[in-house]
T-cell receptor, first 113, second 112 residues
Framework: DAGVTQSPTHLIKTRGQQVTLRCSPKSGHDTVSWYQQALGQGPQFIFQ???????QRGNFPDRFSGHQFPNYSSELNVNALLLGDSALYLC????????????FGPGTRLTVL | QKEVEQNSGPLSVPEGAIASLNCTYSDRGSQSFFWYRQYSGKSPELIMF????GDKEDGRFTAQLNKASQYVSLLIRDSQPSDSATYLC????????????FGTGTQLKVEL
């Protein structure tokens, strides 16, 4: 049973660039949420996708956007990168959308120079 | 006031002892409560979840929820050096979908 997978593992970008991160949910899961975790902090909710639509959004600017595909996989796009976007980006998958258990992937470490 | 508060630690306990980790939350509309373990450089791993007042036990772990006092705790019995990690408390709101609000985590050190 494959768990949540994310790619790439690490990424280095420069300010102003754009980045796309990818996530495949755990087998049997249909909902993907994205979180940003800065060093020494807890994860911060970015948004949640279900049935290919953004269902909920946290307090992040619209430079952060996403997509969910028919196979439930998801992408997180960040435009006009800032130094402060450097963080661990985590994808979490679940079955259903209401207070369900969420399982995290290994994360993508993004460094913005 | 932070939405989810945890003592950052480090909390040091000897091997074999009980580790007690605490978390308080501010929103009375919270309905789901989770404990994640995060090793340095790794992603969070779900270890316990609880939805109702009272205790829930799973192996060496016990989660305790008191909605009236707005706190949730995690007890780890027979602590092992491999339990040394940061423990994140996460809370979900009623009607909040799957959005979780996390505390900043408590670092646990289990000493030989």
């Amino acid at each position: 049973d494959a768990g949540v997978t994310q790619s790439p593992t690490h990424l280095i970008k420069t300010r102003g660039q754009q980045v796309t991160l990818r996530c495949s949910p755990k087998s049997g899961h249909d909902t993907v949420s994205w979180y940003q975790q800065a060093l020494g902090q807890g994860p911060q909710f970015i948004f949640q996708y279900y049935e290919e639509e953004e269902r909920q959004r946290g307090n992040f600017p619209d430079r952060f956007s996403g997509h969910q595909f028919p196979n439930y996989s998801s992408e997180l796009n960040v435009n006009a990168l800032l130094l402060g976007d450097s963080a661990l980006y985590l994808c979490a998958s679940s079955f259903g959308t209401s207070g369900q258990k969420q399982f995290f992937g290994p994360g993508t470490r993004l460094t913005v120079l | 006031q932070k939405e989810v508060e945890q003592n950052s630690g480090p909390l040091s306990v000897p091997e074999g002892a009980i580790a007690s980790l605490n978390c308080t939350y501010s929103d009375r509309g919270s309905q789901s409560f989770f404990w994640y373990r995060q090793y340095s450089g790794k992603s969070p791993e779900l270890i316990m979840f609880i939805y109702s007042n009272g205790d829930k036990e799973d192996g060496r772990f016990t989660a305790q929820l008191n909605k009236a006092s707005q706190y949730v705790s995690l007890l780890i019995r027979d602590s092992q050096p491999s339990d040394s990690a940061t423990y994140l408390c996460a809370v979900g709101l009623t009607g909040g979908g799957n959005k979780l609000t996390f505390g900043t985590g408590t670092q646990l050190k289990v000493e030989l």
